[in-house]
């Protein structure tokens, strides 16, 4: 695991974010053909960041970088209402040391904090292994239409968040009515 800084999106960061976004596609993008790949470059860059927009979002998404050494090595976002991770995106060279795994733990943070209870993802074939080593169940095959109609195929995952009282809360519940049980 390397030393990164996590820290919420400026403006000034959109180049590197979508330097970053096509990298990865490109290079890390199993399981699609070239079409869709290309096809997901041009969607997914003009929606996030057709514009100006304020720091710590891009459109209707909100979101985290991860720096090493003063550089943008990857980037997480979650939709605006908290509840649907929108992407997370590592350089190449960085992936398999915890740069995903740590922008995944602040999007989850962030969502929590604000009461969402469960996170979905529709995640890319490339990354579900990913979200299934972090908690995520598979839930359905899914997709979408990205540019000029081209079909992505993704898989619908989710995740049950909290900050452990539900389930201590369970917990007591569970041992208290078997500890009614046993005095019967």
């Known amino acids: 695991m390397v030393d990164i800084l996590i820290r919420p999106l400026a403006i000034e960061d959109t180049d590197k974010i979508l330097e970053i976004q096509t990298r990865a596609l490109r290079i890390l993008s199993i399981g699609y053909n070239d079409r869709q790949i290309e096809s997901l470059v041009r969607s997914q860059g003009s929606a996030r960041y057709g514009g100006t927009r304020p720091a710590g979002s891009a459109g209707d998404e909100v979101g985290y970088v991860a720096v090493w050494e003063q550089q943008i090595?990857?980037?997480?976002?979650?939709?605006?209402?908290?509840?649907?991770i929108a992407g997370i995106y590592v350089h190449p060279g960085?992936?398999?040391?915890?740069?995903?795994?740590?922008?995944l733990l602040a999007l989850e943070k962030l969502s929590l904090e604000t009461k969402v209870r469960t996170i979905y993802v529709l995640s890319s074939m490339?990354?579900?292994?990913?979200?299934?080593?972090?908690?995520?169940?598979?839930?359905r095959a899914s997709g979408f239409h990205s540019d000029k109609n081209i079909w992505i195929p993704c898989m619908r995952m989710e995740k049950r968040l909290n900050n452990g009282q539900e389930d201590s809360f369970v917990d007591w519940i569970i041992a208290s009515a078997s500890e009614l049980w046993a005095k019967l």
């Not at 490339?126 to 839930?139: H, K, Q, S």
């Open 73 to 84: 090595v990857g980037f997480g976002l979650v939709q605006a209402n908290l509840d649907c």
């Open 94 to 103: 960085f992936t398999r040391r915890g740069v995903g795994t740590q922008l």
């Open 126 to 139: 490339a990354a579900v292994d990913f979200y299934r080593a972090n908690g995520y169940e598979l839930i």
